[in-house]
Nanobody, 129 residues
Framework: EVQLQASGGGLVQAGRSRKLSCAYSGSTFDDLAIAWLRQAPGKEREGVSC????????VYADSVKGRFTITRDNAKNMVYLQIDALQPEDTAVYYCAAHPQRSSCPPVHLIRTLEYQYWGQGTLVTVSS
């Protein structure tokens, strides 16, 4: 079941920017924390960022802090991930996901471990050097 749909990926030169979008249906998602995760070929899934439902508090992985910005617009049922200064190491499929009973973000190192039940297919970001 596709309930959150990520889009905006593509082939991007290193050093440039890209803005990913995550669209969802239903106002129930407004109350839920939404996380961005990514998975590079041959590597385990990595928690990238998360934004809470109640107050919009955001957390970031150390590897992306300062370059990635997560925002949400509940009126538009959208969550965004602005990626600046892209690096080849950022190449991955990016997913947005939500947990049905979590409104606040966990510590960043636990983002990956949550058993998300709301997923999409993800969007591929390929960074060329």
């Amino acid at each position: 079941e596709v309930q959150l749909q990520a889009s905006g990926g593509g082939l991007v030169q290193a050093g440039r920017s890209r803005k990913l979008s995550c669209a969802y249906s239903g106002s129930t998602f407004d109350d839920l924390a939404i996380a961005w995760l990514r998975q590079a070929p041959g590597k385990e899934r990595e928690g990238v960022s998360c934004i809470s439902g109640p107050d919009g508090t955001a957390v970031y992985a150390d590897s992306v802090k300062g370059r990635f910005t997560i925002t949400r617009d509940n009126a538009k049922n959208m969550v965004y991930l602005q990626i600046d200064a892209l690096q080849p190491e950022d190449t991955a499929v990016y997913y947005c996901a939500a947990h049905p009973q979590r409104s606040s973000c966990p510590p960043v190192h636990l983002i990956r471990t949550l058993e998300y039940q709301y997923w999409g297919q993800g969007t591929l970001v390929t960074v060329s050097s």
